[in-house]
């Protein structure tokens, strides 16, 4: 079930916005209730008013005004359903303090186990033929596959296709800890090494390298299945992997005379400048020298150069 957490509004609900963000990242299923100043006074400048809706939409799954008592029936199974819903995540719902207090009709909602999305099976079969032509095969599992009770299969599947495994997340003890096919803790000659990675319940983000592996020593970067429980999920981590590949990243460029390059390079940079302009330069570069000196003197143990105004005293 979904957790739930019920906030003051106004500074009460901006201050679980990190929270929210962290549960939709994250995937963790929750309902907020906010308060709400009441409709009756609403525009007025009644205590702690503020549209909450515009603040936490963008990290939940749903945010809304339930705005009389005839709603809060429905609308509070609309939001534990969806909560618990793949993708799991946050849903926010705040109510109008006068409200809160008022009575109301509704129909008492049936309450069940929800079921997930059916398996593609032409998918399943094609990705277990996959694995069975791949030489060196890698499986991870992440938190989905706890949340949606799916670790005896899981640890089935491992031990029945001896396939090694990397466990992240709240999937980790899917596999037990010093099981013979667990390879956490040498993942990266694993991901590095391996020719095919199935990667289940857990997001292509940057713990997993946005999804590239493989392709070490000029070695073919290996094939990657990811199977998730939404298509947003699925479509996120394809658009990671294509920014990873189209946007290496590279070092920013050091400004001369900046640490790693001696300061004779920039004076080389110094003479199309005025003369007041280079007399300043060649203060500050005789400035570098001097601390320079004094860091290779004194690791040589020798007497060290003091700049005057220096905080450092001089051995």
Known sequence: MPGLAVLTAGPGVTNGVSALAQARFAGSPMVVVGGRAPNNRWGTGAL???DHLPIVAPVTKHAATLMTADDVA??????????????????????????????GTGTRPAVGALRGASPDTDA???????????????????TDVWADHAEAAALRLVEEMRLPAITNGMGRGVVPGGHPLLVTKARGAALGGADL???????????????????????????????????????????????????????????AGG???????????????????????????????????????????????????????PS
């Not at 609308?75 to 303090?97: C, E, Q, W």
């Not at 399943?124 to 992440?142: D, Q, S, T, Y």
Request: net charge positive; proline share 8%.
């Open 197 to 255: 990675v199935v990667v289940v319940g857990t997001p292509l983000d940057f713990r997993l390298g946005y999804g590239v592996f493989g392709g070490k020593d000029g070695a073919t970067p290996a094939a990657v299945v990811h199977v998730a429980d939404s298509a947003e999920q699925a479509l996120r981590a394809r658009r990671a992997g294509r920014l990873r590949l189209r946007r290496p990243h590279r070092r920013p460029r050091r400004p």
């Open 74 to 103: 429905a609308g509070f199974d609309n939001a534990f359903t969806l909560a618990r819903s793949s993708h799991r995540g946050p849903v926010y719902v705040d109510v109008p303090m006068d409200e809160f207090f008022n009575v």
């Open 48 to 50: 702690q008013e503020i």
């Open 259 to 313: 640490p790693g390059r001696p300061p004779a390079a920039a004076a080389q940079r110094l003479d199309h400048l005025p003369a007041g302009h280079r007399r300043r330069g060649r203060r500050a570069r005789r400035g570098a020298c001097s601390v320079q000196r004094r860091t290779r003197s004194t690791r040589r143990g020798s007497t060290a150069s003091w700049c005057p105004g220096s905080p450092t005293t």
């Open 124 to 142: 399943v079969a094609r990705i277990a033929g996959l694995v069975a032509k791949a030489e060196r095969p890698v499986l991870v599992l992440g």
